[in-house]
Nanobody, 128 residues
Framework: QVQLVESGGGSVQAGGSLRLSCTAS????????MGWFRQAPGKEREGVAA????????YYADSVKGRFTISRDNRKNTLYLQMNNLKPEDTAIYYC?????????????????????WGQGTQVTVSS
């Protein structure tokens, strides 16, 4: 069983930055694709970014490309999401997720049903 714990959410004005962290309870470097998802009120949970187990491959939703950066430090079993130039439409609960896969697959990384393990979520609020 993998437990994921997110941190780093908060409130920020438009144009600001936040960095989210997600710490896993087990060593995830060998075979866990990890991702960030978000869910705004009244909307479906959507994929934001994902990263392969070794960190070589990253994937992003079009809405965050150029503003968000996903990374991982496997020595610390920690996943990160650096969010810059935040917009009010980025307001949501952000979830960390993991699935057993060496790579995330460019065609399916954003499919929430493929992820087995989820964190509890952290709120990000961006005001205009």
């Amino acid at each position: 069983q993998v437990q994921l714990v997110e941190s780093g959410g908060g409130s920020v004005q438009a144009g600001g930055s936040l960095r989210l962290s997600c710490t896993a309870s087990v060593y995830t470097a060998s075979n866990y694709c990890m991702g960030w998802f978000r869910q705004a009120p009244g909307k479906e949970r959507e994929g934001v970014a994902a990263i392969s187990s070794g960190g070589a491959y990253t994937y992003y939703a079009d809405s965050v490309k150029g503003r968000f950066t996903i990374s991982r430090d496997n020595r610390k079993n920690t996943l990160y999401l650096q969010m810059n130039n935040l917009k009010p439409e980025d307001t949501a609960i952000y979830y960390c997720a993991a699935k057993v896969a060496y790579d995330c697959d460019s065609g399916s990384w954003g499919r929430k049903y493929e992820y087995t393990y989820w964190g509890q979520g952290t709120q990000v609020t961006v005001s205009s």
